[in-house]
């Protein structure tokens, strides 16, 4: 059984730039959500995708966008990047979408992205 | 708007001491609560879910709706519970998590 891969793990863009953060879902598992991890804070939940579609949004701009594929794999679109979007951004899988936080997310290691 | 709070940045412990790791929350709905832990160069894990009512590695967290309170407690720390430790609240139906800046815990030998 593999975990949640994210990639790249690091990476440097310039401001104003845009940028493209992959997830590969642990298998078995349809449902990846995506947190924003600014230092010193908790992860900030940005949205959810389960079937493809868009399942819940947090509080971030439309800049920020998604997108799931056939194999449950998701992509993390950051449009006009800002210094304030410095994070590490978590990709996280379970199960089902209605019952996701219950059983516990698999979170991966992460991708930081360093906006300069 | 939920919220959850974690007051204490830094937490220091003597290994065979008990710890409490506090958590408090603002929520009017029917929260459920969870403990997730990262250990040094880990990733995110979930330790335990308060709907569970279960003892992982010896911690266990009550839910208090009265304080609205989940501390996470155990009585005698070990040198390898040292982690950061993050509380969550998801709201009843909800599909998203809400975690609170989170508690680092340092066990001294």
């Known amino acids: 059984e593999t975990g949640v891969t994210q990639s790249p793990t690091h990476l440097i863009k310039t401001r104003g730039q845009q940028v493209t953060l992959r997830c590969s879902s642990q298998s078995g598992h349809n449902t990846v959500s995506w947190y924003q991890q600014a230092l010193g804070q908790g992860p900030q939940f940005i949205f959810q995708y389960y079937r493809e579609e868009e399942n819940g949004r947090g509080n971030f701009p439309p800049r920020f966008s998604g997108l799931q594929f056939p194999n449950y794999s998701s992509e993390l679109n950051v449009n006009a990047l800002e210094l304030d979007d410095s994070a590490l951004y978590l990709c996280?899988?379970?199960?089902?979408?209605?019952?996701?936080?219950?059983?516990?997310?698999?979170f991966g290691s992460g991708t930081r992205l360093t906006v300069v | 708007a939920q919220r959850v709070t974690q007051p204490e940045k830094l937490l220091s412990v003597f290994k065979g001491a008990p710890v409490e790791l506090k958590c408090n929350y603002s929520y009017s709905g029917s929260p459920e609560l969870f403990w997730y832990v990262q250990y040094s160069r880990q990733r995110l894990q979930l330790l335990l879910r308060?709907?569970s009512r279960e003892s992982i590695k010896g911690f266990t967290a009550d839910l208090n709706k009265g304080e609205t309170s989940f501390h996470l407690k155990k009585p005698f720390a070990q040198e390898e519970d040292s982690a950061m430790y993050y509380c969550?609240?998801?709201?009843?139906?909800?599909?998203?998590?809400?975690f609170g800046t989170g508690t680092q815990l340092k066990v001294e030998l």
């Open positions: 308060h709907i």
């Open positions: 996280a899988s379970s199960l089902r979408a209605g019952m996701a936080a219950n059983y516990g997310y698999t």
């Open positions: 969550a609240l998801k709201m009843g139906g909800g599909n998203k998590l809400t």
